[in-house]
Structures are given as C-alpha cells and as structure tokens.
C-alpha cells in the first residue's frame, strides 16, 4: 500500500536563518551576493534535505517538509488581517498578497525536480497540504457565518498556483488540514445555521480547485464527530487520528460507499509524549503523578543523550495491525494510503522522527 506523511518534522539547525530564507527571493540565492543570499540558500538546502530523506525513509507521497508553523504561513501569505493579541482580526477585503501564492516549499522542490529525480532515482511525487478555511477562521477573533467562504477564494487561489505537472515530478494530492474542525463547540456549526453552509460551499471551493487540475485531494482532520465533510463532493479521501471512531464505527464502510470516498489509514501515533506515556504505563504501576514524573524524567534523560527516543517509537508489528483491522473493517478497496496520524514536529530528534517514517513505510509495504 501506498503511503504519505502530514508534513512537519523537527528542526535542527538556526531556525532564525531558515526562517529568514523562506521569505527571501529566490534571485538572491542565485546571485551569491549577500548574507541574505545564503539565507536563501539554507532554506533551499534544508527543504530539498528534508523531502530526500522522507523519500528514503519509503513514503511514496511525501509532503514538502513542514519546519514553519502552518497557521502562520498562511496568514502570511493574505492580506485583510490585522494581528491582535487574542488571535486576527478581519481588516479588509481577504486577498492573496501579491506574488504570495506559491508556498515557498514547493517552489523549491519544484524548481529542483530534476536534481530530486537524479538523486532518488525516480520522479518526484509531492503532497501539498494548506491550512483549511475552518481552522484558519478560529484563529480570528471576530470570525462570522460568511468568514469561511470569504477565505475560501484566497486559498483556492493558494491551492492552484502550487500544483505543477513536469517531466521529473508532479503534485499528486493536495490537502486541506483542518485540525480544529470537531474540536471547538462553535455556534457557527449548529445545524441548519448559515455558517454550516458558508463552511461547506468554501470546503467544495477549495477541494473543486485541485480537482479541476486532476489531483487527488484528502482532509487532515483531528475529530471526525461532526460528520459535515462527507457531504462534500470534490473531496476524495479522509483522515483521522489512530484512535479516531472514523476506524472503528460500522458506519464508516457505508459513508465511504455512499460518499465515494477512501480512507487514508493512519497506522502510528505521533505525540511523542503520548508513546512515552504508554511505555510507561506498560512497564511500570503508580499514580498519575508518578506517571507524569516519570515521563519527565524520560524526556530530560532524551535531552541529555543518555536514552535514545528510538525505544519509544511503535513497532511494525503493531503499525501493521492497525493497518489490517482498518481493511478488515471497510475493505481494502476502500483504504487507498497509509501513513503516520499527524506532523512529528514534536519529535525529540530529527532521526527519530526518520524513523518513525521508515517503521510506517515498511509497516504499509509488507505483503
């Protein structure tokens, strides 16, 4: 079975620089003229590293390596919002800003196609991922019915100029992160209200962009307890946590019938606190607080090099247990990807976190 990952991944190195080269033109890397020029160039080198090593960890589709915070790169990207201590508030007409729409990670590996091919010997196939209008909208603090389909435009425009097709690679699914979704108890949900509507019209918007240009497209989604994203037509495979009911409720086989929908099955946790957690409580009895001690001291040994976070990480075999009861459950011509449940930004190393990747690749691969 095929797999991709959700993106972020930690960061080693000077962030500071990295941050300053994500947001320098790409002309000054060429020119070599300045310290902004390197910048530029570390932000280069570490994207292409990072999207390389997933791919030799064995996922298939990866996406481009997330070091930047999600939210924050989208509100970077548009125009109409002005930043408040208690989230953003809507300033304007929501727009892309000009020459903003290209998500610098994928202008990247797209310009560098040819180079990626090369060195993994085959072309290169890219997830896209955006923060979708829902999560987006509960960052504001004055968030309306109509907000949602205000962003809609914005971030279709965003979806569209970052889908290329070229001899050395392509993208093959853009999707939609809405890890706020199903978490927050909002007004604006309630049934038969207008912002349900505004929510589902900027969702088929946003999803009916990447179809018209032939590329799959998936919900990354936290909760699947408001079942509102099965009504939307243009969206083609979901997403969930490992312990989500989405993989366990007799219902989900007829949903993705109805719907014409597949699962990506999410087959390793990715809260590096939470497989801490669970090693403990496997080996060892006591109180909450004594858990919660423990778990601290495991994270200070980790920091200071004396246990390695490999220990903590999932085995293949339960990975691949996950995998078959998810089949089991809806069919496998119903299952389509496999992969991690979330980003692994909150991995204690970038090692492990490859490796985790490489667990989960071999975990979907086996026969």
């Known amino acids: 079975m095929e797999t991709y990952d959700i ?6 190195g000077d962030f500071d620089r990295f941050q300053r080269g994500a ?14 020029g390197l910048d530029r160039l570390y932000f280069e080198d570490r994207v292409l590293k990072g999207y390389i090593d997933k791919v030799q960890a064995g996922i298939d589709i990866p996406v481009y390596p997330q070091f930047r915070d999600m939210n924050q790169m989208f509100f970077d990207m548009l125009a109409g919002f002005e930043k408040k201590s208690d989230g953003y508030l809507v300033s304007g007409a929501i727009r892309v800003r000009p020459d903003k729409a290209e998500i610098p990670e994928v202008a990247v590996l797209r310009n560098n196609a040819k180079l990626i091919s090369e060195i993994t010997g085959k072309p290169m196939r890219l997830k896209v991922c955006v923060t979708g209008p829902y999560t987006l909208a509960s960052l504001l603090a004055d968030r309306q019915p109509d907000t949602f389909t205000s962003l809609a435009g914005p971030i279709s425009k965003i979806v569209d100029a970052n889908i290329f097709k070229t001899k050395y690679g392509q993208v093959e699914i853009i999707s939609v992160e809405e890890p706020s979704f199903g978490l927050l108890d909002d007004p604006n949900l309630d049934f038969g209200g207008a912002g349900r509507d505004s929510l589902l019209r900027a969702w088929e918007n946003v999803f009916s962009s990447a179809k018209r240009r032939d590329v799959r497209t998936a919900y990354h989604l936290h909760s699947t307890a408001d079942g ?10 979901v997403e969930s946590h490992v312990d989500d009911i989405l993989y366990r409720s007799p219902k989900t086989k007829a949903l993705l019938e109805r719907s014409g929908k597949v699962l990506k099955a999410s087959i390793a946790v990715t809260s590096f606190d939470t497989l801490i957690r669970c090693r403990v ?14 778990v601290g ?28 009861e998810v089949i089991k459950a809806v069919g496998a011509e119903r299952v389509a990807y496999a992969g991690p449940e979330c980003g692994l930004r909150s991995f204690p190393s970038y090692d492990s976190a490859l490796e985790l990747l490489r667990r989960t690749s071999t975990a979907a691969h086996l026969d």
């Open 7 to 12: 993106g972020s991944l930690p960061f080693e």
């Open 23 to 36: 947001v320098e033109d790409p002309l000054l890397a060429l020119l070599h003229a300045s310290a902004k």
């Open 228 to 237: 509102l994203f099965w009504e939307v037509k243009a969206a083609d495979i």
């Open 281 to 294: 409580a496997e080996t060892e009895k006591g109180s909450e607080a004594e858990v919660n001690e423990r």
């Open 297 to 324: 001291l495991a994270w200070s040994s980790i920091g200071k090099g004396l246990l390695s976070p490999h220990e903590f990480l999932e085995t293949v075999d339960i990975m691949r247990m996950r995998l078959r």
